[in-house]
């Protein structure tokens, strides 16, 4: 099983790229429109790689990172989407965006994903977001990272929550799945009540 190649990159195709190593090309299909943006011919890249192997295919899909090739693994993992299907999902999301959006039951903008459906959409966050939370949880480290090093604006959105009447952990979870750097607490507080059911 090939885990990663690291190599030269030949030629970048239509979201795929060649890349060389040890003397021999390997085409590989990019994860992600930000990813493959990156990617330049003449140049030296190592990329996690996923096997795809059928009867009448091997294909190779190309990840930045282990994290975003055990979400593509995920995605894959739920019945009706192939591995195009969830090359489809990173390429219209980054891989924080789609464990934010399967947190919080947001079934719209997975909809909104070329060939995905209401109801494959629906089955994806049923399937995938205890998982999803566990993922974001050991990538994360988010409660560890929380008391090591709070910010101000998440401070603010978990005392605000624990003024709700929810407990401190409940909380600290909530905000932590749902944190971005760009947001304000004010922001953080609306999208943690989205996740919570509110």
Do not use: W
Request: charged share 25%.
């Amino acid at each position: 099983m090939i885990t990663y190649l690291n190599g030269n990159i030949m030629e970048v195709g239509e979201n795929t790229i060649i890349i060389e190593t040890y003397g021999m090309g390997y085409e590989v299909f990019c994860s992600s429109h930000q990813f493959y943006d990156e990617l330049q011919a003449n140049t030296t890249v190592k990329i996690f790689i996923y096997e795809h192997i059928k009867e009448d295919s091997h294909d190779l899909y190309g990840f930045k990172t282990k994290e975003e090739r055990e979400l593509f693994k995920k995605l894959t993992s739920v019945s009706g989407i192939g591995p195009k299907g969830g090359l489809q999902i990173l390429n219209t999301y980054t891989s924080q965006d789609i464990i934010s959006i399967i947190l919080s039951e947001d079934s719209k903008a997975l909809s909104k994903v070329n060939g995905i459906g209401p109801k494959t959409a629906q089955r994806i966050i049923l399937e995938l977001k205890d998982n999803m939370l566990k993922l974001h949880t050991q990538n994360a480290d988010l409660l560890q990272n929380y008391s090591k090093a709070p910010h101000t604006y998440k401070s603010e959105a978990i005392e605000a929550l624990t003024a709700l009447g929810y407990a401190q952990t409940e909380a600290t979870r909530a905000v932590g799945a749902i944190f971005d750097e760009r947001d304000d607490s004010e922001q953080l507080i609306r999208k943690a009540l989205n996740l919570l059911g509110l």
